[in-house]
């Protein structure tokens, strides 16, 4: 039996000649690297019906997000599939990769952390943050400089390692409930 725990890296843009495609592809490369995760991409361009789409969130033990900065904030597509689900993100954690101009994005994380509050999921403090992304990926999509980033990704994935273990052996001990009354 596969017991490994599973990933769903989600993808933030739907834009034509979007970035996030070298990121997301940079991102799963890091996290193929432990062959602790199962990994499943979500993609706004490419997306299941409604209800596969909820069935493979629930399945996911934890989410990384990647998302670009527009207009200082998190853009539409990804609010739109956030909120295409509910109970599938209960209880799970949420770490960020993000992306854009002089704030890396930092600005569309910290407005999707009061959204995922509201869905009883658990964002991480760490993330990884491309400042002027545009500048940092060459046109074959690979990183110029790759050691921060890598180091960025080595502490999120300690983090995120520790909170998908003890939430998903916290869920199997005990579903998880919204209390009476909410
Ligand atoms: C309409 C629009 C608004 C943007 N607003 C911001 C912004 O507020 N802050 C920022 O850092 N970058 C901003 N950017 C830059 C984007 O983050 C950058 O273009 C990024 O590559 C977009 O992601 P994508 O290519 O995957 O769609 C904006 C880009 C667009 C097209």
Same mark, same amino acid.
């Given at each position: 039996m596969d017991n490994r725990m599973e990933i769903a890296l989600i993808y933030g843009s739907d834009r034509e000649g979007r970035l996030c495609d070298a990121i997301a592809d940079w991102t799963a490369a890091q996290l193929e690297q432990h062959t602790d995760y199962r990994l499943r991409r979500i993609d706004p361009i490419d997306l299941p019906e409604p209800q596969q789409l909820r069935e493979q969130l629930a399945q996911a033990d934890g989410f990384v997000v990647v998302t670009p900065e527009y207009n200082h904030g998190y853009p539409a597509p990804l609010k739109a599939l956030i909120d295409s #689900?509910? #109970? %599938?993100?209960?209880a799970k954690p949420v770490a960020f990769v993000s992306y854009g101009g002089l704030s890396g994005g930092t600005r569309a994380v910290e407005q999707l952390r009061q959204v995922f509050a509201e869905l009883h999921a658990v964002t991480l403090r760490d993330g990884v943050s491309f400042i002027s992304a545009w500048e940092q990926f060459d046109s074959g999509g690979n990183?110029? %400089?790759?050691a921060r980033a890598e180091g960025s990704m080595m502490r999120m994935l300690g983090y995120l390692h520790w909170w998908l273990d003890a939430l998903r052996s916290a869920r199997q001990r005990k579903p998880y409930k919204k209390l009476a009354g909410e």
């Open positions: #689900a509910k #109970a %599938e993100w209960q990183l110029r %400089e790759p």
